[in-house]
């Protein structure tokens, strides 16, 4: 039986794009952790890559905006044509239809290829699946998964999502054809937010509006599918860095919005370090300061691809999976 862990990766917060090696370091760690077992898992690596699909759009319109007069007169610029253009770009990109389904198609490709290697895996009875995810790669892939505006009625004749949805049980595969989804891990995850494009019945609003990027009803139906097949609650694991800006708790807010009797989930933020002693200015820092923290915030959003902590709770949360499973 194979424990297949799919990575995605985010937009990077500082002055250059992610490269297709971004979860190299973490895949070793695990790798060196489950070599040092006695009885080691058979682990198949699939990072997915999206970062080269967005970034000739948004170089176009960081063109545009630096042939403007008034570019060079702005304050920030550096963080405006990089970190800002980058996490705001991608996120408006995806919502784009057109953008979107480019991204779902080359990661539906590398899915694909990934489970097939060599022809040495496949899906196979037994295996199971676990995800970790950073930054907005999580709310990618998680649209991808459950959103309803990737609903076939919705997409025309493109059926990429739902091939990527038919590999897993509990969405569109039944047990003995899909995988099941034996645990989730977010880091420097801001899916948190995207939660608010979610809320619905406040105010007197009509709840026969439809709300396409919801993505609670399709969750709930894999969550529930797979407890009563696997009889236990799936591990979610959000990790935090105390620097990182995009980075949010999810414990609460996902049992409040998908598991409010607490029987489908074990949810746990993980604090990837302790604060340090500069943290506490960094709380009311001035304007004037942001570039300081944005660095920092860069290098703290990309840090869980390197630390030991995370590697060493994502691989004791898939060991604990396979034996209780197996």
């Known amino acids: 039986m194979t424990d ?3 990575f995605i990766h985010g937009v ?26 006695n009885t080691q898992l058979d682990l198949n690596m699939i990072p997915l890559y999206w970062g080269d699909v967005t970034q000739k759009d948004e170089a176009m319109l960081l063109d545009i905006y630096q042939r403007s007069p008034l570019w060079k007169k702005m304050n920030f610029t550096g963080i405006r044509g990089n970190q800002l253009l980058q996490f705001t770009g991608d996120g408006a990109l995806f919502i784009s239809r057109y953008a979107g389904v480019r991204v779902i198609e080359q990661l539906r490709q590398q899915t694909i290829a990934g489970l097939y290697k060599n022809g040495l895996h496949g899906i196979k009875p037994g295996d199971r699946l676990h995800l970790v995810t950073h930054s907005m790669g999580t709310v990618i892939l998680f ?27 509990g969405l569109s595969a039944p047990m003995e054809a899909g ?10 995850s801001p899916i948190s937010l995207y939660s608010l ?14 709300n396409t990027h919801d993505i609670t009803p399709k969750f709930q139906q894999l969550l529930t599918a797979l407890h009563s097949v696997l009889k236990r609650k ?43 002693l500069l943290d506490p200015f960094l709380n009311n820092a001035s304007l004037g300061e942001l570039a300081e923290i944005a660095l920092f915030g860069g290098r703290a959003h990309n840090s869980y691809w390197n630390n030991d902590l995370v590697a060493s709770e994502i691989f004791e949360v898939v060991q604990k999976s396979a034996l209780a499973i197996s």
């Open 4 to 6: 297949h862990i799919i």
């Open 234 to 276: 799936i591990p979610w694991r959000n990790y935090i860095h105390p620097g990182d800006p995009v980075a949010y708790p999810l414990e609460d807010l996902l049992y409040m919005m998908i598991d409010q009797s607490r029987q489908l989930l074990d949810v746990k933020d993980v604090l990837t370090q302790e604060p340090g």
């Open 143 to 169: 649209d991808a998964l459950f959103s309803a505006r990737w609903d076939p009625e919705k997409t025309s004749d493109y059926q990429g999502v739902q091939q990527i949805r038919q590999a897993i049980f």
């Open 179 to 188: 995988l099941p989804l034996c645990s989730i891990h977010t880091m420097g």
């Open 12 to 37: 990077n917060t500082r002055e250059t794009k992610v490269e297709p090696t971004y979860a190299d370091n973490l895949i070793h760690l695990l790798l060196h952790k489950n070599e040092a077992q």
């Open 197 to 210: 494009i979610m809320v619905k019945n406040s105010n007197g609003v009509d709840d026969s509006i439809p």
